[in-house]
Nanobody, 115 residues
Framework: QVQLVESGGGLVQAGGSLRLSCASS????????MEWYRQAPGKQRELVAEISSGGSTNYADSVKGRFTISRDNAKNTVYLQMNSLKPEDTAVYSC?????????WGQGTQVTVSS
């Protein structure tokens, strides 16, 4: 079993920055992919960014050039650096870790961007 705990959310003004953290109870090297999702009220959950065990990354078009996903295997933590935040980035952000057989979710952290 893997527990994922997100932190770093909060209230920020448009144009500001936040860094989200996702701490794993198990080595993230054993997880094939780590992903950040977000869900805004009344909207479907969407994939924001992902990083493979080899370090390859992918981003949603809406966040390219503004968000950066990274991982620190020594700390078993994945980060999402969010810059130039916009009100439309407001959502609950959740991390997900995936192996071949299982997926694991954190509880989510609220990000609110004021205009």
């Amino acid at each position: 079993q893997v527990q994922l705990v997100e932190s770093g959310g909060g209230l920020v003004q448009a144009g500001g920055s936040l860094r989200l953290s996702c701490a794993s109870s198990r080595s993230i090297s054993s997880l094939n992919v780590m992903e950040w999702y977000r869900q805004a009220p009344g909207k479907q959950r969407e994939l924001v960014a992902e990083i493979s065990s080899g370090g390859s990354t992918n981003y949603a078009d809406s966040v390219k050039g503004r968000f950066t996903i990274s991982r620190d295997n020594a700390k078993n933590t994945v980060y999402l650096q969010m810059n130039s935040l916009k009100p439309e980035d407001t959502a609950v952000y959740s991390c997900m870790g995936r192996t071949v057989f299982r997926t694991y979710w954190g509880q989510g952290t609220q990000v609110t961007v004021s205009s």
